[in-house]
């Protein structure tokens, strides 16, 4: 089998922290992304910011991803961060190639939901 090398691929931080962002939404039990300071300053500016509650750290091929969210209340903590952290991983993985060496979850808050009338 002959193997061609046309260059190199680079995948931005911003994008992995997409990713990132959106498989943990996927997760029964996430309520929102935590964006800070900054990532709140920019939604009331009116850009949605994907990466929101994300930060990403990438060290050639190995990434190290930090989530912080708020879930909802009433969900078993551990139960949702495992699935969160299986998803992000896989998903990061699969879409980038690259290998996923931490996702850590940090959970900023809960979330409770108002009764509807």
């Known amino acids: ?3 061609k090398d046309y260059g190199q691929i680079k995948i931005s931080e911003d994008v992995i922290g997409t990713i ?3 498989a943990a939404l996927e997760i029964t039990g996430v309520s929102q992304m935590h964006g800070g300071l900054t990532g709140n ?3 009331m500016l009116g850009k949605k910011s ?5 930060r990403v750290e990438l060290e050639e091929e190995k990434v190290t991803i930090d989530l912080y969210l708020f879930i909802d209340y009433g969900v078993v903590i551990p139960d949702v961060s495992w699935k969160i952290q299986e998803n992000v991983k896989s998903t ?3 879409m980038t190639g690259l290998n996923v060496e931490l996702v850590n979850v940090h959970i900023e808050g809960i ?3 108002k009764e509807e009338e």
Do not use: H, P, S
């Open 41 to 43: 300053i920019t939604e």
């Open 1 to 3: 089998m002959e193997e």
């Open 50 to 54: 994907f990466t929101k509650g994300v």
């Open 20 to 22: 990132a962002n959106l």
């Open 111 to 113: 979330t409770f939901q």
């Open 92 to 94: 990061v993985e699969n």
